[in-house]
């Protein structure tokens, strides 16, 4: 499993555990809004599908999930290392530019967040999925392109090895 893949699995269980729990929700809300009055500049709504469609209160849960899933899954990665901090900091992008919008995407508009959760635990599970196909398949690492390099590489050295003997 790839730094990202474990990065990207702990952030869906993280928003997953806040999303269905009342307490850990409002508590992940009070960090998010820090104090603040909830306003619409503190949603997510260049990360949201269909965002204007979202009532407010959704946005403020949705985001306030994925700042504290984000928040906690680095906690848990933490390091000084420089090389895990552009891993997460790659990772965290990954997450935010790939994800969000899926996990938002075919939501029902009349329970915004279970549909999230819902995505959550198909995504969590294609993830999964996609891990153990890879662990399976000792052979993964050779993608078509890898395994075109390796036949000319090898055409060439037998072409090579025949002109040396002619």
Not at 5 to 21: A, G, T, V
Not at 100 to 111: F, Q, V, Y
Request: some cysteine; aromatic content about 8%; hydrophobic content about 40%.
């Amino acid at each position: 499993m790839t730094f990202e893949q474990n990065f990207i699995l702990k952030c869906l269980d993280h928003m997953e555990r806040i999303l269905s729990h009342d307490g850990e929700l409002e508590q992940a809300i009070h960090h998010y809004i820090e104090n603040k009055a909830p306003t619409s500049r503190y949603q997510l709504d260049t990360k949201i599908t269909d965002a204007s469609q979202w009532n407010e209160q959704d946005k403020l849960h949705f985001s306030a999930a994925v700042f504290e899933a984000i928040a906690c899954s680095s906690l848990s990665f933490y390091s000084e290392n420089d090389e895990r901090v552009q891993e997460m900091c790659a990772a965290n992008t990954v997450f935010l530019k790939q994800y969000l919008p899926i996990l938002t995407g075919n939501t029902n508009p009349n329970n915004r967040i279970d549909s999230v959760k819902d995505n959550i635990m198909r995504i969590k599970t294609e993830l999964k999925n996609k891990i153990e196909n890879s662990i399976d398949n000792p052979y993964a690492f050779f993608t078509p392109v890898t395994a075109g390099l390796v036949l000319m590489a090898a055409a060439a050295t037998t072409i090579a090895l025949l002109s040396s003997k002619g």
